[in-house]
Nanobody
Framework: QVQVVESGGGLVQAGGSLRLSCATS????????MGWFRQAPGKDREFVAA???????TYADSVKGRFAISRDNVKNTAYLQMNNLKPEDTAVYYC????????????????WGQGTQVTVSS
């Protein structure tokens, strides 16, 4: 089992920045791929970014150039740096862990956090 806990959400004005953190425990973090997803009210959960155990990264087109995913294998933590935030980025952001990399559908991720709210005001 892997426990996943997100933090760092909040309210920010358009153009601002936030950094989300995702702390894990229960399994060797360095063997896991990590992903960030988000879900806005009335919408499906959508992929945002993922990072493999080796540091390879993938982003949704909507966040490319604005968001950056990273990981610290010593702290067992993944991060999502979000810059130039837009009102359409408003959502609950979820961190998830997977034992494979390359499939970015929610079904490919085995362990999920409870989510953290990000609200971007215009």
């Amino acid at each position: 089992q892997v426990q996943v806990v997100e933090s760092g959400g909040g309210l920010v004005q358009a153009g601002g920045s936030l950094r989300l953190s995702c702390a894990t425990s229960g399994r060797t973090f360095s063997y896991l791929s990590m992903g960030w997803f988000r879900q806005a009210p009335g919408k499906d959960r959508e992929f945002v970014a993922a990072i493999s155990r080796y540091g390879a990264t993938t982003y949704a087109d909507s966040v490319k150039g604005r968001f950056a995913i990273s990981r610290d294998n010593v702290k067992n933590t993944a991060y999502l740096q979000m810059n130039n935030l837009k009102p359409e980025d408003t959502a609950v952001y979820y961190c998830a862990a997977a034992t494979v990399y390359g499939d970015y559908s929610p079904q490919a991720f085995d362990y999920w956090g409870q989510g953290t709210q990000v609200t971007v005001s215009s």
